[in-house]
């Protein structure tokens, strides 16, 4: 069965870091592209950052740019998110997700982990 696992999330002031590690239950996603999207309450889930995972690429959106970083270990299975300067507008589940291309959209992701709760107080 196909799992993607996130931990990592937590309480933190502003300012401050956390890292996020999502780990995924098979290789499968070798030709995948991992995204990390996020869903403050009463809002829209919304991209945050993906990585094609045999490639390396990166993709951020506009707002998280130079503050965070998506990275992955092919050896570990897992990719990560470290977020830097964090806001208390980054308040939210955020979630981990594989899609066979790369994409903003949430729908275009085919397999999602549980989500892990990110609070940064102000």
């Known amino acids: 069965q196909v799992q993607l696992v996130e931990s990592g999330g937590g309480l933190v002031q502003a300012g401050g870091s956390l890292r996020l590690s999502c780990a995924a239950s098979v290789r499968t996603f070798s030709n995948y592209y991992m995204g990390w999207f996020r869903q403050a309450p009463g809002k829209e889930r919304e991209f945050v950052a993906a990585i094609s995972w045999s490639l390396g690429n990166t993709y951020y959106r506009e707002s998280v740019k130079g503050r965070f970083t998506v990275s992955r270990d092919n050896a570990k299975n897992t990719v990560y998110l470290q977020m830097n300067s964090l806001k208390p507008e980054d308040t939210a589940v955020y979630y981990c997700?594989?899609?066979?291309?790369?994409?903003?959209?949430?729908?275009?992701?085919?397999?999602w982990g549980q989500g892990t709760q990110v609070t940064v107080s102000s």
């Open positions: 997700a594989a899609a066979r291309r790369a994409s903003f959209i949430s729908s275009s992701y085919d397999y």
